[in-house]
């Protein structure tokens, strides 16, 4: 699975301005309704906030993997952002998180979400890939490193 193949070119935010969790969710889910007509960014933002409810999705060294399943859509939609100030996400080491990728998948499918989560989470645990997201200059730099990962694998 590619990761430009799930994050539409607009689906890149290179400096989140939200302060919190919601915040973040919140302007990451209005991204995805820009993105996806029929979806609702209030509507996205509380699935969301119910899915961090059951369990933080801040999966330590500065990532975050929000996720849920949402009624109405048919294909994968994901949305990449980075927060330079970082934010508390409840991360399980307790640091804020600063490379955020939202993944909605729809309602009855469990195949493609699990494998999306798995593809990003395996390449968000390579440290030299969190830096060069970290370091990179804007959207395009980051679209650029998504690009050359998809083309190594």
């Known amino acids: 699975m590619k990761l430009l193949d799930i994050v539409s070119p607009g689906g890149v935010v290179d400096d989140l301005r939200a302060g919190t969790k919601e915040g973040v969710l919140r302007e990451m889910s209005e991204v995805v309704a820009a993105n996806v007509p029929s979806l609702s960014a209030q509507g996205l933002t509380s699935i969301l906030m119910d899915r961090e409810s059951l369990g933080s999705t801040g999966i330590g060294d500065g990532v975050a993997i929000p996720h849920g399943k949402v009624p109405g859509i048919d294909r994968l939609v994901a949305v990449f952002g980075r927060s ?24 009855h499918s469990a195949g493609m979400h699990l494998k999306a989560l798995a593809r990003i989470s395996r390449l968000l645990k390579d440290a030299r890939f969190r830096t060069a997201l970290i370091d990179a200059r804007d959207a395009d730099d980051l679209r650029r490193i998504f690009k050359e990962e998809d083309d190594r694998s």
């Open 84 to 107: 330079r100030e970082g934010v508390q996400f409840h991360s399980l080491d307790g640091k804020p998180a600063h490379l955020f990728f939202l993944v909605v998948a729809p309602e």
